[in-house]
């Protein structure tokens, strides 16, 4: 799980490096791609890591230094949930937040407890787990369920944020001009994770999520856009479809699961 640093490497060419691979990079808002234009030089280290024999859990830390001066962080999450070295195995995801990258972390399929309060620089083997972890996992447990939080949306373009949702969508049924149209009044969104899974589809390895993207428009409404990402794909490419409705999305992830 080490990502070796070279020496050699422009700033640009490790930026476009790490944006290549990750899976979610379109997610990075279009003011954040377009300041890492302006980078000037760059450090990469790892900031922690949670191991047991099968499943690796590690979070890298990118900082770069803008040319006005400033500084602009990246949180790279790398994971695999089979044997390590397979081909395909490892993935990667990009954050702007270190919060966001713990929590995502935490909802990955057979993810580690307590992954999210790592110590920078911890490890674990899986087969001496701290004492503090477990105690705090058990009381995590007795603790009641707490009613989930009505979504915080944000004021960031949010037609924009719409837009490019849309023209991902790579499935022939996707959402056509009218909700094009209507999304275009979209002035505040939310985005949120509601499912992840890796499932074995033609003797491979796929992972699927599902996120909503709800949104608030001019006229008062709200309306969400249901996205997949998998990798359910002849060569293991990561593909993304878009539907109007929860049901639809989830009996799509279904239908690409059975494919053998």
Sequence with gaps: MNDPIDLH?????????????????????????????????????????????????????????????????????????????????????????????????????AGFPGFAENRPGSFDDGLSPDLDTGLELLASLMTPVPEPLPPV???????????RVLRRAENRDRPGERTARRLRSAFAHHITQVFGRQYRVGGKDAGFTLYEHAFLLLDGTETSLWEIEHTATPDGRHMCEVYEREGAARQAMELRARVR
Excluded: C, K, M
Excluded at 36 to 60: F, I, K, M, N, W
Excluded at 70 to 89: D, F, K
């Design 9 to 109: 490497e422009t700033t640009g060419t490790q930026i476009a490096r790490l944006l290549g691979r990750a899976l979610n990079s379109f997610d990075l808002p279009d003011a954040t791609v377009e300041r890492l234009d302006s980078a000037l030089a760059h450090d990469s280290s790892l900031h922690s890591s949670h191991h047991t024999a099968r499943l690796h859990r590690s979070l890298y830390r990118h900082t770069y230094l803008l040319a006005d001066g400033s500084p602009l962080t990246l949180w790279e999450l790398v994971h695999t949930t089979g044997t390590p070295g397979a081909e395909g195995a490892e993935q990667r995801e990009l954050y702007e937040e270190e919060a966001e990258a713990r929590l995502a972390a935490s909802r990955l399929p």
């Design 153 to 163: 949306y944000v004021l960031d373009d949010s037609a924009d944020h719409a837009r």
